[in-house]
């Protein structure tokens, strides 16, 4: 069964700061796996998608990359700002037959003070 | 906009009451689900449709129903409320459900 596990749960950085989040997942037979970004009381908002195939992602600051092999992807963000502050969510595809169930991690909570 | 809206914003029920929840999106998504997030559970799938007139279930499906008789629409219903069903609900909608996904702004459903 995909497990998805992110770390760390909370990241408090001051503005400026290069950082990197963490998403592990159990089952390296991914078909992809996205990155959203969750605001408080509201939905969520794609971020980046990594085809099985790929091995990085860039959009603006943001940069994904993907190793299949050890179940890993790292989010890095560049030179953060607190625009930035938001829950950062990781998901895959549950590959028992239905690559349109996704399971989630549960996020990394990040705080980015001025 | 173009997007995913979801009502209410916020609801409370009491036990054994039933209520829907609405949720349509406009950008001609085939795909449509449902999740419940709760602290420390992450988010976790209800029901999904891959088209209207067709639904299955996703990893908590009891106590919910869905039906899709339309593209635009993939309500859910509560059929007797109950306080593990408090969470927060969003809708989701994407072209194929395999990325490119649109979530609604969610649902705070508190029962009592």
């Known amino acids: 069964k995909q497990e998805v596990t992110q770390i760390p749960a909370a990241l408090s950085v001051p503005e400026g700061e290069n950082l990197v989040l963490n998403c592990s997942f159990t089952d390296s037979a991914i078909y992809n796996l996205q990155w959203f970004r969750q605001d408080p009381g509201k939905g969520l908002t794609s971020l980046l998608l990594i085809q099985s195939s790929q091995r990085e992602q860039t959009s603006g600051r943001l940069n994904a990359s993907l190793d299949k092999s050890s179940g890993r992807s790292t989010l890095y963000i560049a030179a953060s700002q607190p625009g930035d502050s938001a829950t950062y969510l990781c998901a895959v595809p549950n590959n028992a037959g239905n690559n349109r169930k996704l399971i989630w991690g549960l996020g990394t909570s990040l705080a980015v003070n001025p | 906009n173009a997007g995913v809206t979801q009502t209410p914003k916020f609801q409370v029920l009491k036990t054994g009451q039933s209520m829907t929840l609405q949720c349509a999106q406009d950008?001609?998504?085939?795909?449509m689900s449902w999740y419940r997030q709760d602290p420390g559970m992450g988010l976790r799938l209800i029901h999904y449709?891959?088209?209207?007139?067709?639904?299955d279930q996703g990893e908590v499906p009891n106590g919910y129903n869905v039906s899709r008789s339309t593209t635009e629409d993939f309500p859910l219903r509560l059929l007797s409320a109950a306080p593990s069903q408090t969470s927060v609900y969003f809708c989701?909608?994407?072209?194929?459900?395999?990325?490119?996904?649109?979530f609604g702004s969610g649902t705070r459903l508190t029962v009592v």
């Open positions: 950008m001609n998504h085939e795909y």
């Open positions: 989701a909608s994407s072209l194929t459900g395999v990325y490119g996904y649109t």
């Open positions: 449709s891959v088209g209207a007139g067709i639904t």
